[in-house]
């Protein structure tokens, strides 16, 4: 089993639209989790953390679920600029983990 | 704030040659860690460094791959022979500390394809 696994996508969404989707990990005692969000051909940047409270970040919600073992992101009234890869990072100690991403494409 | 630096940006090689990877971090951060991105995963960390030391190689593939951080600052990372499974995007990040994925600056990668 992958440690942290993701639906790959692609979502395919017009501009203003909701999506969402989610990641779960196999580490039970996993420490941190965060979003990266990654363009075509880009590195990896940190898109936002997510809280055990579960947190927005404008446009963006992330939530936990610990019992599930699962992180979500919800990404409201998108726009063309959020077409991007989002990756899961789960860490535990000093490792951190990446899923394989969920692709984005919001379309006008 | 200068950024993580590598080079060379692209690489071509064809397989059983080698290649290295020069990767410069952000300043003053501790940890390096050099990644292997293959077209449609994640990334995947090979060895991360704590100043010149090594937390932790064990996704190194040590019979064609190795890597130094003399003097705790800079880092290449080697390939020798290469295969043609190694055609991926090879990313350093650097971190203030270890396990600080909020932390985290990735350079822009060496993208190497072996023929």
């Not at chain 1, 610990?66 to 959020?82: F, G, P, T």
Request: one cysteine or more; charged letters at 20%; glycine letters at 8%.
């Amino acid at each position: 089993r992958k440690e942290v696994e993701q639906d790959p996508g692609p979502f395919n969404v017009p501009e203003g639209a909701t999506v969402a989707f989610n990641c779960t990990y196999s580490n039970s005692a996993s420490q941190s989790f965060f979003w990266y969000r990654q363009d075509c051909r880009k590195e990896p940047k940190l898109l936002m953390s997510v809280y055990s409270s579960g947190n927005e970040d404008g446009r963006f919600t992330a939530q936990l679920n610990r019992a599930s073992q699962y992180i979500s992101l919800l990404i409201r009234d998108s726009k063309l600029s959020d077409s991007a890869t989002y990756l899961c990072v789960v860490a535990d100690d000093y490792k951190l983990s990446f899923g394989a991403g969920t692709t984005v494409t919001v379309r006008a | 704030e200068a950024g993580v630096a590598q080079s060379p940006r692209y690489k071509i090689i064809e397989k059983r040659q080698s290649v290295a990877f020069w990767c410069n971090p952000i300043s003053g951060h501790a940890t390096l860690y050099w990644y292997q991105q293959i077209l449609g995963q994640g990334p995947k960390l090979l060895i991360q460094f704590q100043n010149n030391g090594v937390v932790d190689d064990s996704q190194l593939p040590k019979d064609r791959f190795s890597a130094e951080r003399l003097k705790g600052v800079d880092s290449t990372l080697k390939i020798q022979p290469a295969k043609l499974e190694d055609s991926a995007v090879y990313l350093c990040a650097s971190s203030l500390a270890a396990g600080q994925a909020g932390g985290y600056t990735f350079g822009s990668g060496t993208r190497l394809t072996v023929v």
